[in-house]
């Protein structure tokens, strides 16, 4: 045991992230740092090398760039007015039609974009203004916008998954997408129930307008997006092929789908979003291989054991325990990405929880949902602030509206975390 | 300087595309290759593995030469004047001792030490994995000199204004 390596890890990665250094570059010279203490430097620098290359060295990581890429496609191709409209179908008579068909819009459009910010933005960016022609008011309209966009987060298919099954060394992508699939949905459902319960009292009505289209037209415009969550979870779940060849047919079914069907895609917007998906990618290869050293740092100091040897000292109730890493886990969020949060906390969280004796995929989709949380909270929620200025709203005006939908979200929380059933069910029933 | 900027990200744009379009068109030949022609194919899986190194090392030398790498902006926002362009050298002194030292260095001695390992499969040399590594490095170094440059004359130009 290293005590002070662990000092010298800790100080060297928090002092260069408050001064804004990127977190790639915080967590590679912290690691190296650390690392030198404990190893000869030219053996150090070699084995940092060695371990950045063998992390992006993996098949299962190629799923990230393919299926950031088929959700940028998607993003390009102007699928949000066809969902919305979609949405509408389900939800054109309920109280408060236009705030369920934005949260059904951004659970569509995130699953298959595979990002809440493009979310909150293409769906709430058609219907956030619409809701206030029809009398909704704005801050509410946003705030239903913003505590629904990060479900796009959970239902598969997501990035986050696939690093925290890296991360973990192995837990099942698929049981993950299917549990995930459970708990964006809870989300979901819980922000629609807020948004019922206000729009009733605030007397909220609307009748369908679909804007001159035809059910029929609203249908086959929108289905073959939605399709493509069907392929994937419907040819991962039936072993016609794994997550990462998933991810391949998703990108030449998203292709076809832009290119020739909805014809919205052209040759410089498709490069377009060629280079936004490799600089996605370039975001995310870098804080995959920096980890990859800290891990291995970590291993020098011995921090995971003395941190779960803390945790696991406080209390021998799992209960206990599990409340603890909780509230860690959404301090954590709350100044955090979401990628590198996975990558950096899951290789010390999860032994504690394999103590305890919660599944790896169960700890998985808890550990996202809690994240996901951080992006719609201040002070660093990214949501949070996208979606106010879509909105054209102060951030604190929204803070009060938002409010019941944070409490609904947190109780979803507390559900999934201490009734595993609820998540596992799903993926216990699909036999994986 | 800028015009090896420009050159330097059309060239890795472009090399990028190709390979990432490649690389989509492999994986669906696996699938296809499984499925209907009933031949799996081995040698793919290892050609996609390789290329996927060498599109993360190229992603992230582009990714510095645009300066989107996330960081926590929560306090530099608020930075001005001489602060401010003291943290933004910081980050591409960072960029550039990371490179030279982990990069350059660490990745010629991985490659150097694993030319005569066989990368499984494809039946080439596994230091040609490595090789991404200084190659990467060398890109991130002239991107973070050109972006000092630029920070430079910025910092220049706003204090000319200000007088």
Redesign the interface.
């Known amino acids: 045991m290293m005590l002070d390596a662990g000092i010298i890890l800790i100080a060297t990665f928090l002092g260069l992230l408050i001064i804004g250094v990127p977190i790639g570059i915080c967590i590679a010279v912290s690691s190296m740092a650390t690392i030198f203490i404990a190893l000869p430097p030219d053996i150090a620098i070699f084995t940092t090398a060695q371990k950045m290359v063998s992390s992006l060295d993996s098949f299962t990581l190629l799923a990230v760039p393919f299926f950031i890429l088929s959700g940028v496609l998607m993003n390009h191709g102007g699928i949000a007015l066809r969902l919305v409209n979609f949405a509408k179908l389900f939800s054109g008579r309920i109280p408060g039609s236009l705030a369920h068909t934005n949260i059904m819009g951004n659970m569509m459009f995130g699953a298959i974009s595979g990002s809440a910010i493009a979310a909150s933005t293409s769906i709430g960016g058609v219907m956030v203004p619409m809701s206030e022609k029809e009398g909704y008011s704005r801050p509410f309209s946003a705030a239903a916008n913003i505590a629904s966009a990060p479900t796009g987060m959970l239902i598969p298919p997501t990035t986050a998954f696939i690093l925290y099954a890296l991360a973990s060394g192995g837990t099942s992508i698929s049981a993950l997408f299917a549990g995930g699939l459970v708990a964006g949905c809870l989300w979901g459902f819980g922000c629609m129930l807020v948004a019922y319960m206000t729009a009733k009292s605030r007397g909220y009505t609307t009748k369908i307008d679909l804007r001159n289209s035809s059910v029929w037209k609203v249908i086959t415009d929108a289905l073959p997006s939605l399709f493509l969550i069907v392929i994937i979870i419907g040819g991962i779940v039936l072993g016609v092929f794994t997550a990462v060849e998933a991810s391949a047919i998703s990108v030449i079914y998203t292709m076809l789908l832009t290119i020739c069907f909805y014809r919205t895609i052209n040759f410089s917007t498709f490069q377009a979003a060629l280079i936004k998906a490799l600089e996605t990618t370039g975001v995310i290869m870098f804080l995959l291989a920096a980890s990859a050293a800290m891990s291995f740092a970590m291993s020098i100091t011995g921090l995971p054991s003395a941190l779960s040897s803390i945790i696991l000292g406080l209390s021998d109730n799992p209960v206990i325990v599990l409340l603890v890493i909780t509230v860690m886990l959404l301090a954590i969020g709350c100044f955090m990405d979401i990628g590198p949060a996975i990558l950096i906390f899951t290789p010390i969280l999860l032994p504690i929880t394999n103590q305890i004796g919660l599944d790896p995929v169960h700890f998985g989709i808890v550990m996202v949902f809690n994240l996901c949380i951080g992006t719609i909270t201040p002070p660093v929620g990214t949501g949070l602030f996208v979606g106010a200025g879509i909105a054209k709203e102060k951030v604190e005006n929204l803070l009060l509206p938002l409010l019941p939908f944070y409490i609904v979200i947190m109780f979803t929380l507390l559900l999934i975390t201490y009734i595993p059933q609820i998540t596992l069910f799903l993926p216990r029933l699909m036999g994986l | 300087m800028l015009t090896i900027h420009a050159a330097m990200d059309k060239i890795l ?1 472009l090399s ?2 190709l390979l ?2 490649s ?2 068109g492999v ?2 030949w ?2 296809i290759a499984r ?1 209907v022609l009933n031949t799996p194919s081995t040698i793919s ?1 290892a050609l ?3 290329s ?2 060498w ?3 190229l ?6 030469g ?1 300066r ?9 926002d608020k ?1 001005t004047g001489k602060w401010r362009i003291g ?1 933004d050298f ?2 591409e002194f ?2 550039i ?2 490179s030279a ?3 350059i ?3 010629i ?2 490659t150097s ?1 694993s030319m005569s390992q066989i990368y499984p499969m494809l039946n080439i040399p596994k230091g040609l ?2 090789l ?2 200084p190659v990467s490095g060398v890109l991130i170094i002239v991107y973070c000199l050109n972006n000092c440059l630029i920070i430079y004359k910025n910092a220049f130009l706003t204090r000319s204004h200000a007088l």
């Open positions: 744009k990028c595309c990432f379009i690389m989509v994986a669906s696996q699938v499925y899986e996609l593995r390789f996927l190194v599109l993360s090392m992603a992230i030398a582009y990714v510095t645009q989107e790498h996330v960081s926590l902006t929560l306090l530099t930075l943290c910081l980050m960072l960029f001792a990371f030292v982990v990069l260095y660490g990745g001695q991985a030490n994995l490595y991404s590594l």
